[in-house]
């Protein structure tokens, strides 16, 4: 019998998730007891449950994602036409979307040339890794093999995404990993390594060049950074950081990799986070609000000469890329893509976010003025983080259980926010705010109302 979904019991499908689906980060014995949350329609900013109490979304689907907002009627219709019209075709040959797509996207973004599709950013950063492991091999004999990441820099959720990631907690127990990724120190200024200094960017950038000198500049192939750290505490770079790196990056002919999966499409004001701060990176990976979630895409941006290395020699049978992801030849990620590319230059959401980024910011600011717990409030965009400290003068961390009992108390006032989710031992404390592109002065200060009534509940004089 088939199964009307709009027409489908919501009851029935609570009692069938909570028998038989695994959520993502969840610990499940509390459904012994109590059913599960399922999200069964949205529109603009605004989802609703299967019980029907209504949440606006600060953070654009759970992990910044919807960045145009529910109810996309132009994306929905943009997926289904292509979809009847050629659904699916390995990416070895071409299909038109991903076509336009491509050409759409390279207009953003000067300096680069090529897009290579897949469906996760993951699987993105993994397509990455993987280039640089092959040039490594075909330019220099295989020993510029070494991939640098930060620390409290998130890059996926595979084994080898994990292993280029530098927050504990989200590695713990799924060792051993890919060896040839080497951790160095983060640039949370906040969190000064070196006390309160005046060239903060600048020293915490050669912290990295140390670590390249140690492993040996000959062997470092790669370095993969956020523009903006994400899921580590919403960290933005200080001043003289990227120059820096950048400078680094050339002096020792290492390849730099920008991992947009959270900042690219639009979230911190400009198309990509790294537009900001004017980096010249050789390869951009990027997924979530490529197509606000409609559909399955992510894209590996290279620029022209790191795809020419893979076609110099013909006739060297192994000298070509010969990865593959199967689904990175279907044809709704892009179409949706599209789609969703033409509603953010339409309407002027960078423009927006800029915008209502900054009044965000002030907002918080306010909050932070009047909370003590709140010791730093950071972010781009629409793309913020309030981080949560027992004491302004020693800057220690509050108890992981402080956010969460924020989080809930906002959701019980109907309005969903994000906080760092066991990724550190230590620095699970920071509240992350990513609503949609769309958000009006209105939504955000029912966010920020929402987090005044929950600070004065559960941190009064905190």
């Known amino acids: 019998m088939s199964i009307e979904l709009n027409d489908f019991d919501s009851s029935r499908a609570v009692a069938s998730d909570r028998k038989h689906v695994w959520h993502h980060i969840t610990q499940h014995k509390p459904y012994e007891q109590n059913d ?6 949205g529109q603009g900013m605004r989802v609703r449950d299967a019980k029907g109490n209504e949440y606006l979304d600060a953070v654009s ?51 680069l040339s090529r897009v290579y599709y897949s469906n996760s950013g993951s699987e993105a950063n993994e397509k990455a890794f993987k280039i640089v492991r092959q040039i490594s091999q075909k330019k220099y004999g295989g020993k510029k093999y070494k991939i640098l990441f930060r620390e409290r820099d998130y890059h996926g959720t595979t084994i080898t995404a994990l292993s280029a990631t530098g927050q504990f907690e989200r590695k713990n127990q799924y060792g051993p990993f890919t060896p040839g990724f080497v951790e160095f120190p983060h640039c949370c200024e906040y969190r000064s390594q070196f006390g309160e200094v005046r060239d903060y960017g600048e020293r915490a950038a050669l912290e990295m060049e140390k670590v390249i000198l140690t ?41 730099l990799h920008i991992d947009e999966v959270v900042c690219g499409l639009g ?61 990175g030849g279907c044809t709704a990620g892009p179409a949706a893509a599209l789609a969703n590319m033409e509603i953010i230059e339409e309407e002027g959401l960078l423009e927006n976010a800029a915008q209502m980024g900054e009044y965000l910011l002030g ?33 220690e961390p509050v108890e992981e259980s402080l956010p969460i009992a924020i989080a809930a108390d906002c959701m019980k006032q109907g309005v969903i926010i994000g906080r ?23 939504d955000i200060d029912q966010i920020v109302d929402a987090l005044d009534n929950a600070f004065a509940r559960l941190a009064p004089n905190a």
């Open 36 to 41: 599960p949350m399922v999200i069964v329609e």
């Open 61 to 111: 689907g759970g992990v910044w994602t919807v960045n145009v907002g529910y109810g996309r009627e132009k994306i929905a219709d943009a997926v289904r036409e292509q979809l009847v019209k050629m659904n699916y075709f390995a990416q070895s040959a071409g299909n038109i979307p991903a076509a336009l797509f491509a050409e759409k996207l390279i207009e953003k973004m000067p300096g």
């Open 215 to 255: 492993e040996g500049p000959d062997t470092i192939g790669a370095v993969c950074l956020e523009p903006i750290t994400a899921g580590g505490g919403v960290i933005t770079p200080p001043v003289g950081y990227w120059e820096k790196i950048q400078e680094i990056c050339k002096k020792y002919d290492i390849l």
């Open 267 to 327: 979230r911190t004001g400009t198309w990509f986070g790294y537009q900001h701060y004017g980096i010249k990176p050789d390869i951009v990976t990027m997924a979530k609000g490529v197509a606000s979630g409609y559909a399955a895409i992510s894209c590996t941006v290279t620029t022209e000469e790191v795809f020419e290395a893979f076609k110099d020699d013909p006739s060297d049978r192994m000298g070509y890329f010969r990865d593959i992801s199967t689904f």
């Open 363 to 395: 907002r918080l600011r306010q909050l932070q003025d009047k909370y003590q717990v709140i010791g730093d409030v950071r972010g781009k965009g629409l793309f913020c983080g309030l981080e949560l400290v027992q004491d302004r003068e020693t800057r």
């Open 420 to 442: 760092t989710n066991r990724s550190f031992e230590k620095f699970n404390n920071t509240l992350c705010l990513s609503p949609a592109l769309i958000a009006t002065q209105d």
